[in-house]
């Protein structure tokens, strides 16, 4: 007999994406909720992420007119995750279970109060194949005022996003001076800010608006929420997981779990000894994970016979460390950079190699791909004064004066010339002017022989709508020439356990670990080792999460 200190119904590890959906469910079951949170901060990297959830066939696309069904989804997740024998996790079934459960996920939300929309314009990554949705299949929530929370509202991880803006207004601000439809925008936002300001509102967007509403309707529901309380050890009894062993007032506090315990801890990103073992040539020093994202719930798991699967994976981010931002929590991307006009990405020789365009998770992938046989972390985006005048850099407005100390340490590589610039970045002048010289006259035909960058919704998506004849090709012509470099970052890892249809976790054998249950970057994704759209990280989280939850409720 387990000799508890407290006993719930079911307990959470971890207050990401799924954690609250989870909970949320299992409270209108009557049932009685703990969520451990290690850190000081509630969300997880949900919080501080676009807080994009990837949900095919959802309501607002029905309210919306844009079409989509469960066989056109079908079809375009077979053909972007299907195949994959060395993926368990995005097997037929558990893609199946998915796509249905995920709007009725949603559906859920919204009978809890929980205000969500969608992006009117975000394409799925690989529209070129059967059944990828060119208007996109996103969901987001609606701006949050975070004072509704009361005292909870510090205790809150913050977005990466720190005006009263929706993601579409904030994407469309950097081009207030080329555009008047931005510059409404701006008007817009910033009348939104004085509003707030004069009636006392305190404006949250993105992922904090998501993990904000959800923390508010877990709190009204009566879910206990503990911060700084890390799960420390599963408790087995009988073969099942019964509970947890969690840290209460500096104390081992024993937690039981008479219906299961979700494991949805985060992934490993910033815990560089399982990267070297599971993905050699990344550092967590290139993440933009939350501090809680240091795997030891999944090696927990592991110790108790979970199969784990996927570990090489990560949700790469193209990132470029500037001087100064090198330690910051949010480190500034380099996603858009190379797919806008007058800008390629380069390997340590001079020599372009992907498409610079479509998923950030398939760029980072093809950098280290790269690297196994040249020289290609760091690579370099390499661009003329055309893109510096109009584009933003390293966070930095277009146009604006960079940083002596950017030149002074060698991050912001300036040539008069092709050549000098190649001469700076340590490459054969020779190679990158034939690189450049080639990218060119593609520009001049307007099309990209090499890598077709241009030829998806999602390429043109992620460069300038301004610029014609093509949103993404634009010549590199107009000196000085510039060059900084870019590492495969991350926004987390994408492999861990191994679940089932009901997110429940498996051994090697296929048998269930009774009690335990996992979702989120702690688990191996159902998209297998792709990114088909934005959002495929939370919106699964969350999915599995309310699987998980009705899954134990009916079991109990």
């Given at each position: ?40 901060l509630v969300g997880g990297t949900t919080a501080r992420s676009g807080g994009v959830m990837w949900i095919p066939n959802n309501p607002f696309m029905k309210r919306d ?317 390499v661009f003329d004064s055309q893109y510096l005048s109009t584009y933003m850099l390293a966070g930095t407005m277009p146009g604006s004066k960079k940083p002596q100390r ?151």
């Amino acid at each position: 007999m387990n000799d508890f200190d407290e006993e719930f119904d079911f307990v959470v590890a971890g207050s990401g994406g799924g954690s609250m959906c989870a909970a949320l469910y299992l409270r209108a079951q009557g049932k009685r909720v703990l969520i451990l949170e290690k850190t000081e901060l509630v969300g997880g990297t949900t919080a501080r992420s676009g807080g994009v959830m990837w949900i095919p066939n959802n309501p607002f696309m029905k309210r919306d007119g844009v079409a989509d069904s469960f066989e056109q989804a079908s079809a375009y997740l077979d053909s972007v995750a299907g195949g994959q024998d060395d993926a368990p996790a995005a097997s037929p079934l558990r893609r199946h279970t998915y796509l249905t459960q995920a709007p009725r996920m949603v559906d859920f939300l919204l009978e809890q109060g929980i205000k969500l929309t969608r992006v009117s314009y975000w394409p799925d990554y690989y529209t070129e194949r059967p059944g990828g949705s060119s208007d996109g299949r996103t969901v987001v929530a609606e701006l949050f005022n975070i004072n509704e929370l009361g005292s909870w509202k510090e205790k809150l991880r913050p977005s990466f996003l720190n005006v009263p803006a929706m993601l579409e207004e904030a994407m469309a601000l950097p081009d207030f001076r080329r555009s008047w439809h931005s510059r409404r925008v701006m008007l817009r936002v910033a009348g939104r800010a004085i509003t707030a300001l004069l009636t006392g509102k305190r404006y949250v967007s993105a992922g904090a608006a998501l993990q904000g509403r959800m923390l508010q309707g877990a709190l009204r529901a009566g879910v206990d929420i503990r911060t700084e309380s890390p799960v420390t050890e599963l408790i087995v009894a009988n073969d099942k997981v019964v509970g947890v062993v969690t840290v209460k007032d500096g104390q081992s506090w024993r937690v039981g779990a008479r219906l299961g315990v979700l494991v949805n801890a985060g992934g490993f990103s910033l815990n560089q000894r399982m990267r070297d073992q599971y993905q050699p040539g990344t550092s967590a020093a290139w993440s933009n994970a939350t501090p809680g994202d240091t795997g030891e719930m999944i090696e927990e798991m592991m110790r108790h016979g979970a199969a784990v699967a996927q570990m090489e994976e990560m949700v790469g981010y193209q990132t470029t460390l500037a001087p100064g931002n090198e330690n910051d929590d949010i480190k500034p991307s380099a996603q858009r950079m190379t797919a806008a006009p007058h800008a390629i990405l380069v390997d340590q020789s001079g020599v372009r190699y992907m498409n610079e365009g479509g998923s950030y998770m398939a760029y980072c992938k093809g950098m280290l791909d790269r690297n196994q046989s040249v020289p290609a972390v760091p690579s370099w985006a390499v661009f003329d004064s055309q893109y510096l005048s109009t584009y933003m850099l390293a966070g930095t407005m277009p146009g604006s004066k960079k940083p002596q100390r950017w030149y002074d340490e060698g991050y912001l590589k300036k040539g008069d010339s092709i050549a000098e610039l190649a001469r700076q970045i340590e490459v054969e002048p020779a190679v990158l002017g034939e690189t450049i010289a080639r990218f060119n006259s593609f520009v001049a035909n307007g099309k990209d022989e090499d890598f077709h960058r241009g030829e998806r919704a999602y390429d043109l998506w992620l460069g300038d709508k301004l610029h014609q004849p093509s949103a993404t090709l634009g010549a590199i012509e107009k000196g000085p020439f510039y060059a900084v470099p870019v590492v495969p970052g991350d926004v987390g890892t994408y492999g861990g356990v191994v679940t089932d249809e009901h997110a429940r976790v498996l051994r090697e054998d296929g048998t269930v670990i009774a009690g335990l249950y996992a979702t989120g970057i702690s688990t191996a994704s159902v998209m297998g080792r792709t990114y088909p759209g934005a959002g495929c990280s939370i919106g699964p989280s969350f999915t599995w999460g309310y699987v998980a939850a009705q899954h134990a409720a009916n079991a109990g």
